[in-house]
């Protein structure tokens, strides 16, 4: 049911297709690009439901308030708490490594206002536990939502940042002066 309601409402009423050529392993890290809209939350949302996925993702821990905060981790959100001294990303690491199925989404900028320094925690996560990224772009122009590349991270964070922001520079969100590659 829930399926065939966000299928509809994606697809049929809003017009949305999907590009994605990329079979989907049972561990990886979803990098989603460019994020300049709350908008791009509810299509992530749409398009799993859609397609019968589920994924979690990490939020701000201000969003999490009573009744948001239960229906956002019945979704599969993550706070994030940017003040606490213990390491997320370490968490994270180590919780992909002991699951037989781990599907993090994570937005690179970390903002949905400009920011050409994206965060790197989705790359070390994915590089401390030995899995892949998957590259989904958001692209309000063509209405597409698109996954043709997997990186598997060599270590070399320069060089993959760079080919990761490469693949993403003609993709155009809803709000484009916002997106920084």
């Known amino acids: 049911m829930w399926k065939t309601i966000c299928r509809r409402i994606l697809y049929r009423q809003w017009g949305w297709k999907t590009k994605v050529t990329i079979k989907h392993p049972d561990k990886y890290v979803l990098c989603l690009a460019p994020h300049t ?3 791009d939350f509810v299509l992530g949302q749409l398009y799993a439901g859609a397609e019968g996925l589920t994924i979690n993702f990490l939020m ?5 308030f009573w009744p948001l905060g239960i229906w956002f981790r019945k979704l599969g959100g993550i706070p994030v708490w940017r003040d606490k001294k ?12 002991e699951s037989k199925v ?9 903002t949905r206002s400009y920011n050409p320094e994206w965060k790197r925690g ?5 590089y401390g536990a030995g899995i892949p990224i998957l590259l989904y772009g958001i692209d309000f122009e063509k209405k597409e939502i698109v996954c ?18 490469a693949y993403y520079k003609d993709f155009r969100g809803k709000h484009p002066e916002n997106f920084g590659y």
């Not at 701000?60 to 999490?64: A, G, L, N, T, V």
């Not at 989705?122 to 994915?126: L, Q």
């Not at 043709?148 to 922001?165: H, W, Y």
């Open 37 to 39: 809209t709350n908008w």
């Open 60 to 64: 701000k821990k201000e969003w999490f």
């Open 86 to 97: 213990t390491s997320m990303t370490e968490r994270l690491i180590q919780t992909a490594k």
């Open 102 to 110: 781990f599907r993090l989404c994570i937005t690179p900028e970390g």
């Open 122 to 126: 989705f790359y070390h996560i994915a």
């Open 148 to 165: 043709t590349k997997m990186i598997v991270p060599s270590g070399d964070i320069e060089k993959d940042l760079q080919e990761i922001k």
